[in-house]
């Protein structure tokens, strides 16, 4: 056991070498600025990428970092984790668990991420946390049950790459309620910041968000302090499931999207959405965001349920601010069921941005208080119909406000 020992990195254990751990406790450990339990890092002169292999009975349990990475930090190095557990970690400002810093390349086969914190009001990544120019494949493994104020219970991305083949993301929870500081979002994951994540096995389930993005958030394009345009994360739902996740008081059950998103099979089914107040209670499987784009040419969008708009998939509408006019959201239908949704008004899809169905068919959805069982478009949305079907929606197919 590597217990109750300080540093500035790694508390337990500073690995700047190759390193297998497969059993035995690193825990009670504290980092004075990352990696509570294990830092592994190559540095910058290195001809060779090290790697720490994680598995076995191996537990990193109950570290504190007053930074970052309350478990384990991995910069500049290979992280293979086929087993083990990482869990009760707490940081300060971001990644609990585990981080995985700039350059660095790590596989989560297998094992446990779980319970770890993110306490500060700044930041997020429960379970993990990636920087720039990182990639995770992810093909195994639970990461579940771990907890955020921020933004990303479950994985937190700013600038990497995720890959999602297997695996469960699970239980997890972004509690905190100030939506000018940005709380409250991504009970499951959050990328942002040009991530790109390809999610074709597994699945995103159970997890919530007191705000917006029970299961995923997509962000969009943004300008940095150095006035750089940022470009939007994008995201590829290629077979993974996204379920039953919940928005306490806010929009996006299943995704939140400001930036990119295409559907191509999966599925997003029984997610939830409360609120109604201004915004809230809409998109119970997806909310589509001013400017955003989703395309969908397979899978299922079923069985989820919005108290004010849009079962399925909910569109915003454009917006001017400081004399610059914004598009509204856009659903682009080319495939893909959307089935079984309920929300008060447009319990398929709520429309107010644009909506262009192709092919594909809505059916069996129900707007329980207002109109439009399979689509609602609101004042100013654009819709166009060149394929597809609406039917055996109640209790009634397409309304489009005056």
């Known amino acids: 056991m590597v217990k109750g020992n300080t540093a ?32 592994a890092f190559t540095s910058s002169t290195a001809t060779t990428i090290r790697t720490l292999n994680l598995g076995g009975s191996a537990s990193v349990i109950g570290n504190t970092a007053s930074d970052n990475s309350g478990g384990i930090a991995v910069s500049r190095s290979k992280l293979v984790m ?5 869990s009760n970690n707490t940081a300060v400002n971001t990644g609990g668990g585990l981080v995985i810093g700039g350059g660095s390349s790590s596989v989560i086969q297998g094992g446990v991420i779980s319970g770890n914190k993110v306490t500060g009001s700044t930041g997020g990544g429960g379970g993990v946390r990636l920087f720039s120019n990182t990639q995770l494949a992810i093909s195994g493994g639970e990461i ?6 921020v933004n990303g219970g479950g994985i937190l991305s700013g600038g990497g790459t995720i890959t999602m083949t297997g695996g469960t993301v699970s239980g997890n929870k972004a509690t905190g309620t100030d939506s000018s500081k940005g709380q409250g979002r991504s009970g499951g994951v959050h990328l942002y910041a040009n991530t790109t994540m390809t999610a074709s096995g597994g699945s995103i389930s159970g997890n919530t968000a007191a705000l917006q993005g029970g ?11 150095k006035g750089v ?45 409360g609120g109604m107040g201004s915004g809230q209670g809409r998109g119970a499987g997806v909310r589509v965001n001013s400017v955003a ?32 006019s914004y598009p509204g959201g856009k659903f682009v239908m080319n495939g893909a069921t959307i089935s079984g949704n309920k929300a008060g008004g447009g319990g398929g899809i709520g429309n107010g941005g644009t909506l262009e169905l192709r092919s594909g068919s809505i059916t069996g959805n ?21 394929g597809g079907s609406v039917t055996g929606n109640t209790p009634d197919q397409i309304v489009t406000d005056q």
């Open 366 to 386: 129900a707007a329980t208080k207002e109109k439009g069982g399979g689509v609602r478009n609101f004042i100013g949305a654009v819709f166009s119909q060149t």
């Open 8 to 39: 500035p990195y790694g508390g337990g254990l500073g690995l700047y070498g190759e390193a297998t751990v497969t059993g035995g406790t690193i825990q009670g450990n504290t980092a004075k600025v990352s990696g509570g339990g294990i830092d």
């Open 229 to 273: 345009t940022v470009p939007a994360a994008k995201f590829t739902l290629s077979g993974a499931k996204i379920e039953n996740n919940k928005v306490m008081t806010g929009s996006g059950g299943g995704v939140y999207l400001s930036g990119l998103m295409t559907m191509t099979s999966g599925s997003i089914t029984g997610n939830t959405v």
């Open 144 to 149: 579940k049950d771990n907890t955020v104020v």
């Open 215 to 225: 299961g995923v958030t997509v962000g969009g394009s943004y300008v940095d302090d």
């Open 293 to 324: 784009e989703f395309t969908a040419t397979g899978g299922t969008i079923s069985n989820n349920t919005a108290e004010v708009h849009g079962g399925g998939v909910f569109t915003g509408g454009g917006y001017t601010e400081n004399g610059v």
């Open 82 to 86: 086929a087993g083990g557990t990482v």
